[in-house]
C-alpha cells in the first residue's frame, strides 16, 4: 500500500490503477471510499474481500460526469432528470433500473444500481482519469466506523488496497442520501449528507422521511427491505454506545470511564455547570450547528474509540436537515 497525495500525476496514477482492475481509496466530500471498476467483476470482488462485505449488500457506482450516468444507469424517469440538474454533483445516491453492463456483483443480482456524482474534485478527476465509472462504498472495515480521514483508512485497510490517495478532511462527514427513484413516491432508504428538506424542494414530498424531532424514529427507518445493505448494527466504535435524547444529558447514566459526545448548547452547558459524571466530552459544535456537527462525527467517535473508555454517551440532534442523517449513524452504532 501506498499513500499518494493529490498532484494531477498523482490522480492520474490513481485513476490508471483502478483501470488496471486495482482497489483505490479516495475522498469524496462525504466519507472516503474504496474503489474499483465498476465493469471489472473481479476487481469489484476485491473490494467486498478487503472490507469483509457481505455479498449481498449492494455497492455505489460513481461517475465523474451526469452524462457517464447513462452508462450505467436508466436515468430518464420521472424526478431524476431534475434531481441530477439540481443536486448533482452532491451528496446524494439515486437507485435506478440498472443497465446489463452493470456486473450482478455490483448490485447483488437486484435490477437496481445506486449512482451518485461526488463534489469533491479529487474523487472526480480519479474517475475521469480511470476512464470507467467506479464502484466505491466507505472505506472501512464493514461495519465499522467509515473514515473521514486518509489515517482511518490505512488503519482500517492498510495492508488490503492498493494505493490511499490524501485529500485531507471530507468536508460533509456523512455518506450521500440514498433515494429509491423505482417507487412513486420516491423512497429514502438512507439518509445522509444531502437533506431531505432540499430534494423535496426539486421534486416534491418523499416516502420514508422521519418525523421531526424523536431521535427514536431513526428507529422506525432500520433496514428498509429494498435496501438490503442498510443493516440495524454498522458504522459502529468497538466500545460500547449508548444514546441520550437531545439536551437530556441529566438523563445519561454512564458507569466506569466514560466519555460524552455532546451536540447541544444546553447540553454543554449543563456539563459545564458541573454534571462532571464523564471523564472527557467532546463538543461536536458549540452552537448546534448540525453541518459543522456531521463534519465531525466520525472523526470523533474514531477518536474516542481509541480513547479507552468504558462507554461513549452520545447525544442525538434535533429532526431536521442534517439532524437524521446523523440520529441514523449514532442509532446504528449504538448498544440497545
Ligand atoms: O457517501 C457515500 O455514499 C459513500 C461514498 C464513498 O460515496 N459510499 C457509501 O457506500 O456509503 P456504502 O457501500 O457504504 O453504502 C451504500 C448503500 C448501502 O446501504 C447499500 O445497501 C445501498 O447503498 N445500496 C446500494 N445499491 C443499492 C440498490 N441497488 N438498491 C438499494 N440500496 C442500494
Ligand atoms: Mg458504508
Known sequence: MEILGTSDAELRRAGECIARGGLVAFPTETVYGLGADAFDPRAVARIFEAKARPSFDPLIVHVSSAGDADRVAYTSGPGAGALMA???PGPLTLVLPKRAAV???VTSGLGTVALRLPAHSVARAIIAYSGTAVAAPSANPFGYLSPT?????????????DLI????????GVESTVLDMTVDPPRVLRPGGMPIEAIEAVIGPIAGREPSGAASAARDLAMPAASPGLLESHYAPRTPL????AGAIAD???TGRAAALILSPASKAALEAGAGRFALARYLSATGDLVEAAAGLFAALHELDAGGFD?????????RGLGPAINDRLFRASRR
Open 86 to 88: 439540481s443536486l448533482w
Open 103 to 105: 456486473p450482478d456483483i
Open 149 to 161: 480521514l486518509a489515517e482511518h483508512v490505512a488503519r482500517g485497510l492498510g495492508g488490503k488496497v
Open 165 to 172: 490517495v490524501d485529500g485531507g478532511p471530507c468536508a460533509v
Open 242 to 245: 449508548f444514546l441520550f435524547e
Open 252 to 254: 445519561a447514566r454512564p
Open 311 to 319: 462507554e461513549i454517551w452520545a447525544e442525538t440532534a434535533p429532526g
